[in-house]
C-alpha cells in the first residue's frame, strides 16, 4: 500500500549531512554543475568564452541535480544522506534533510519552475515528490509510489502532472497516480530511449541507426515514428535535444553533434568534438546544454550554448579551493 513514508527533517544542520559548505555563487554564471573529480557542486564561473569552474558551493559529495533555476539542489553527502540545498545564490545556503534509504541509488527531475523535484530511489524502489510548502520549506507532495520489481532497473524517467513514464531495461513503462508500472512498450534488441525533461521521448535502434520520436499520450499505448536512419552519425548517440523545429544529436563514435530536421529527416553535421560526448543534459533554464562532464582533473567540460546558432564551449577546471 502507498503510504507517507519519507518524512522530512526540517533542521537544517548542514554538519550532521557530511556536507561542507563553501558559500553560494556570484554573478555572472553561466550554470552551476555537479563536479565529479573534486565530489562538489560548482558554479561555472563567468560568461561562455571566458568561463572556468568555480569555488565549490558544496563538497563532499557522491551525486547531485541543479534545479533549472540554479538556486537550489538536490544532493547526497558521500555518507549516503540525501538533502535539499535551498538559496545557491546566496552567501550561505541551507539544507534541508530528507528522511530516504542512505546509500540509495538516486536519479531526480525537477519542474520546469524548480519548486518541486521527483526522485526515484532504488534503495525502496519507489517513487516520491518534493516541492516547497507556502513558507518555502520542501516537503514531501502525497504518497511515495512504489514499482513493480518486474518493471526492471530504471534508467531514467520523465513526469507530467501525475503521470510518470519510466525507461528501464525492460522497457517503456506509463506509471499514473495510485499505480504500480504498466507496460506501455516492449523494448527490442538494440532499442535505447532518451527522455527530456519536456515529457518528449526519442528512441533509437543502434544496429540500423533507426532514430523514432515515440508520441506519448500518457493515456494509451505509444506510437512509434521514425525520424531519420543514419548508421554512419548515429550509431553511438549520447543524448538528444529538442529545438525549434529540429533535432541536436550527439555521438560517441564520431565525435560530433548534428542537427535533425524533423520534418524531412535531413541530417546536418554542426560541429566536430575533441571530446566524446557523454550527454547532452539541460543546463540551466536556457537554451544550453551539458555535453560531458568531467572524469577525471585536468579535463574541461563541454557546454552547448545557443538553438539557432549552437557553438561549443570547452570550460576549464581552474583551481579547485
Not at 540509495?104 to 515528490?129: F, K, P
Not at 532497473?153 to 499514473?176: H, M
Request: with cysteine.
Amino acid at each position: 500500500m502507498l503510504r507517507r513514508l519519507l518524512a522530512l527533517n526540517t533542521v537544517a544542520l548542514v554538519a550532521t549531512l557530511g556536507i561542507a559548505q563553501s558559500g553560494g555563487w556570484r554573478e555572472p554564471t553561466s550554470g552551476v554543475v555537479f563536479d565529479p573529480p573534486t565530489n562538489s557542486l560548482r558554479p561555472i564561473a563567468g560568461f561562455l568564452g571566458a568561463a572556468q569552474l568555480g569555488k565549490a558551493l558544496a563538497q563532499d559529495l557522491a551525486w547531485a541535480s541543479v534545479a533549472p533555476s540554479g538556486t537550489r539542489a538536490l544532493v547526497q553527502a558521500s555518507s549516503g544522506e540525501i538533502s535539499w540545498l535551498e538559496g545557491l545564490d546566496q552567501p550561505a545556503f541551507t539544507a534541508f534533510p530528507l528522511s530516504v534509504p542512505a546509500l540509495s541509488r538516486v536519479q531526480a527531475r525537477w519542474s520546469s519552475d524548480s519548486s518541486s523535484a521527483r526522485v526515484y530511489l532504488a534503495g525502496c524502489n519507489c517513487l516520491v515528490t518534493f516541492a516547497l510548502d507556502t513558507s518555502g520549506v520542501p516537503s514531501q507532495s502525497g504518497d511515495a509510489q512504489f514499482l513493480d520489481p518486474s518493471a526492471g532497473v530504471v534508467l531514467d524517467f520523465i513526469w507530467k502532472g501525475l503521470v510518470t513514464v519510466l525507461a528501464t531495461d525492460q522497457g517503456l513503462f506509463n506509471l499514473s497516480l495510485n499505480q504500480r508500472t504498466r507496460h506501455v512498450l516492449l523494448t527490442e534488441s538494440g532499442l535505447s530511449f532518451f527522455l527530456e525533461p519536456q515529457a518528449k521521448a526519442w528512441a533509437i535502434r543502434r544496429k540500423t541507426g533507426e532514430l523514432f520520436e515515440v508520441q506519448l499520450p500518457f493515456s494509451a499505448r505509444p506510437l512509434l515514428h521514425l525520424i531519420t536512419a543514419d548508421t554512419e552519425h548515429l550509431s553511438d548517440l549520447a543524448g538528444v535535444a529538442t529545438v525549434s523545429g529540429g533535432l541536436l544529436a550527439a555521438d560517441r563514435k564520431t565525435q560530433s553533434l548534428y542537427r535533425i530536421d524533423l520534418a524531412s529527416g535531413a541530417l546536418s553535421k554542426l560541429s566536430d568534438l575533441e571530446y566524446a560526448p557523454d550527454c547532452l543534459s539541460p543546463l540551466g533554464s536556457q537554451s544550453r546544454w551539458l555535453l560531458r562532464e568531467r572524469s577525471r582533473p585536468g579535463e574541461p567540460l563541454l557546454v552547448l550554448d545557443g538553438a539557432d546558432t549552437p557553438r561549443v564551449f570547452f570550460v576549464p577546471g581552474g583551481e579547485q579551493q
